[in-house]
């Protein structure tokens, strides 16, 4: 008999082992009668939209059939900026979102524990995971609150093509873009009277260093310099000798003398009005834009070319530290809720996703014809409401050409082929004071050095007062947190 | 001899002729930039991004930039809404403001002195925005628009200026309408106010300016687009270069390639000041007016 229970209990433990380690059932999502309601909020997504009410009926619709029973009730955006309205509303609990895209001020809500962790969801996730670059995985590493599924933002140098064949720089941009040639083509326009100035600014000299960081050695961020400290790129020879180049194209009239006070409104005015020699616009969507609005502008002889960074070898370094914008899932709802938010992020990365995303809605935005895609007159009032990227878009399907133009294409090509990943870090608030002070501080030197008002010199003397204004506090955590 | 008047040799001196083209010059430093603004919001949009700043007649024309203004779903109910704060809020503000400083004139009020200082206390000490909006909060008064129009009911500042006005009026001519039978109601509204006209026309303007360029308050109480003021939606498109929300949807894809963002946001400046611009010059002849009617007698 005790050998009989023996075997009994010994049969019973092993088919309770064997069940906790079967594979669980796909968790399903909802059911038809009763789908699980999330509510999505994006900018510029207006609810009462007919399109954006056939959109969630459409997500709906192809989720279904994946046996993911949704009801994706799109919301209105708070009154306001969007960037301060969303984390006030959301922090004060008068927004009751749980899919929120955020375009800024996610780090108070953050802080205060009302965004989800991503991370576990991410890593069952089927084509999120698959869309995802090195620099998305780095930032969600650092901060894995919000997801953004976009080419990374990097400013693509953009010349006009009869400007380059005027002055013959055209094939030696391409081939040898180094800072010298650069600096002569650029001399070349303004010299030549072709334009005013060869490139501005919006405030700041940002925008140019995208092409010209790498090439003088301004590699991340964070850099080490001679004596083995952690320092912002600010105090290093790196960035003096990028500032002194600067300087020396104001000195020559290259740069325009209204770039400290300019919007870019302002840069983009002059780009169209022809006083502008180079101009530097974000890979994709914008290059395109800007690419067409120059030759309605200027003519078709004024074709924008994209080129490659100063020196050939890297754009500015892609920081990881976090997203800047993305999508978030409220804490507060329920695990239902949260898990079906992230089974639309995941839908809309898949390949049905991509071409609602992208193209729209059939019959509206665009036709079939033949399995091609043929684009309607209506498909310029359509723009993605989840992902930015290309990727999972079948281009057997849908002839990218027609989605944007050649130079756009180039231009998210050559950000991939002159990435590099850059080194930084996410502050903690009681570092930020620091982090104020130096950068206020460089951007009064550096300003001074490039308009001429101080010699490059005085550079030396700016890296004596970064350490005194919280370099070495800043040094100090770096080195507890990148060692 | 000529036949009646003096004619007197009109003489223009070298003093005058300066201030005069002094002024015209502050003037223009004025005038130029809001003209230029209107004139660039008319211009041909292929021509506009070319504009000089000192330019006051348009390049070309076009009326595309009020189209996307116009169409845009936000502004003119912002516009409106700005108009119905501004005049139901004035009405209120003057209301109270007449109503507590006729109280607070009266000689025989009790606790008046501890009243004032209160008030004067209130006045200089302000309790800032944290439990300002728990109180907005909890009275339930979050997302309407009645959060903008009852928080600032009533100035302090502009209720001693009130107070001045009403302490200007003859006690005489109190003490004999209240013999007559009047009561207090009818001594404020028919008596009092009427008297001090100047006054509350300048606590009126002062109030609607207050008003009208509420941004803060209808940023954080304000909640829908529909409900919402002017100003917060310039802020939103004017200084935050919101021009994807401006344009819209329907817009954005036929005329991004086209439009000067610079112009969409002078035509949206526009917009906003031609109500002003409108209704200043009639609000400012009760300004010119002297209404202090002389009624003591003996």
């Given at each position: ?50 399109d954006?009410?056939a959109m969630?009926?459409l ?229 395109d834009?800007?690419?067409k ?58 390949p049905d996703?991509r071409v609602i995303d992208k193209l729209g809605l059939e019959g509206v935005h665009y036709n079939v014809v033949d399995g091609q895609v043929v684009l309607t007159e209506r498909f310029d009032e359509w723009w993605s ?5 290309f990727?999972?878009l079948d281009e057997n399907f849908v002839d990218k050409s027609i989605l944007m133009c050649d130079?756009?294409w ?74 | ?252 894809g036929k ?44």
């Open positions: 008999m005790k050998k009989i229970i023996s075997l009994l209990l010994t049969l019973a433990m092993l088919a309770t082992l064997c069940t906790a380690m079967a594979e669980p059932a796909d968790a399903a999502i909802g059911s038809p009668d009763a789908p699980v309601t999330v509510r999505y909020l994006c900018k510029d997504v207006d609810p009462a939209d007919e954006i009410q969630a009926t997500i709906e619709e192809k989720m279904a059939a994946l046996g993911q029973y949704v009801d994706l009730v799109i919301m209105e955006a708070p009154a306001g900026t969007y960037a301060d309205a969303v984390p006030l509303a959301l922090s004060t609990g008068e927004l009751e979102a749980d899919l929120v895209y955020f375009q800024g001020g996610d780090e108070t809500c953050a802080n205060l524990g009302l965004l989800e962790n991503l991370t576990d969801y991410i890593a069952s996730s089927t084509y999120v995971k698959e869309r995802m670059q090195e620099y998305n995985k780095a930032r969600l590493a650092n901060y894995p609150y919000l997801l953004w599924l976009s080419p990374a933002t990097i400013y693509i140098p953009i010349m006009r093509a009869d400007h380059l064949e005027a002055i013959g720089m055209t094939e030696t941009l391409q081939n040898d873009p180094s800072v010298e040639n650069y600096h002569t083509a650029l001399k070349a326009l303004v010299d030549g009277g072709y334009v005013k100035y060869a490139f501005s600014g919006d405030g700041s000299m940002t925008r140019a260093n995208h092409m010209f960081n790498h090439a003088f050695g301004v590699t991340s961020t964070i850099m080490k310099n001679d004596d083995g400290k952690y320092v912002y790129y600010i105090a290093t020879q790196a960035e003096k000798d990028l500032l002194a180049f600067y300087a020396q194209c104001y000195a020559e009239g290259l740069i325009d003398p209204d770039y400290l006070t300019s919007k870019w409104s302002d840069v983009q005015k002059k780009f169209y009005a022809g006083d502008l020699g180079m101009f530097c616009a974000t890979q994709g969507g914008v290059v834009s800007y690419c609005k120059i030759v309605i502008n200027q003519g078709d002889a004024a074709q924008g070319v994209v080129l490659p960074p100063a020196g050939g070898e890297s754009y500015i370094s892609v920081s990881v530290a976090k997203e800047t914008r993305g999508f978030a899932i409220n804490a507060d709802s329920p695990k239902e809720v949260k898990e079906a938010a992230f089974a639309v992020l995941d839908f809309m990365a898949s996703g409401k989840f992902w930015e990227t990727d999972g130079q756009a180039q231009s998210l090509d050559m950000a991939k082929q002159y990435y590099t990943e850059d080194v930084d870090v996410v502050l903690p608030e009681d570092m930020v004071p620091y982090y104020d002070s130096v950068f206020s501080l460089f951007n009064e030197y550096s300003t001074a050095i490039i308009l001429g008002q101080r010699p490059v010199d005085d550079f030396d003397e700016f890296v004596q007062q970064y350490y005194q204004n919280g370099g070495e506090q800043l040094a100090e955590y770096l080195a507890t947190v990148l060692e | 001899m000529k036949k009646g008047s003096l004619e007197r040799r009109r003489t223009f001196s070298v003093g005058q002729f300066i201030l005069t083209a002094l002024m015209l010059l502050l003037a223009a430093t004025m005038l130029v930039p809001i003209l230029n603004i209107v004139a660039n919001s008319f211009s041909d949009p292929m021509k506009s991004p070319g504009m000089s700043g000192l330019r006051i007649i348009p390049d070309g024309f076009s009326l595309l930039n009020y189209q996307i203004v116009l169409s845009n779903t936000t502004i003119l109910p912002a516009l409106f809404n700005s108009v119905k704060i501004t005049v139901v809020g004035t009405a209120i503000n003057i209301l109270l403001t007449t109503m507590a400083a006729y109280t607070l004139t009266r000689p025989k009020l009790l606790f008046k002195r501890t009243i004032m200082v209160f008030l004067i206390i209130m006045m200089l000490f302000d309790p800032g925005t944290v439990p300002e909006y728990l109180t907005i909060k909890q009275l339930g008064l979050m997302g309407s628009q009645w959060s903008v129009i009852l928080v600032t009911a009533v100035s302090v500042y502009y209720l001693i200026i009130m107070m001045r006005y009403f302490q200007a009026v003859p006690q005489e001519i109190c003490e004999s309408a209240l013999m007559d039978g009047a009561g207090h109601m009818r001594l404020l509204f028919s008596i009092m106010i009427p008297l001090a006209k100047a006054g509350i026309a300048t606590i009126t303007m002062f109030y609607a300016i207050v008003r009208w360029n509420e941004y803060f308050r209808a940023g954080i109480y304000i909640t829908k687009n529909s409900q919402t003021t002017l100003q917060v939606i310039l802020r939103q498109y004017v200084v935050s270069n919101d021009t994807a929300t401006l344009i819209g949807d329907k817009n954005i005329y991004v390639n086209i439009l000067d963002f610079n112009a969409l946001k002078n035509a949206t400046i526009v917009v906003a000041i031609v109500p002003v611009l409108i209704l200043y010059p009639f609000v400012l002849k009760y300004y010119t007016k002297d209404v202090l009617a002389g009624s003591v007698k003996g």
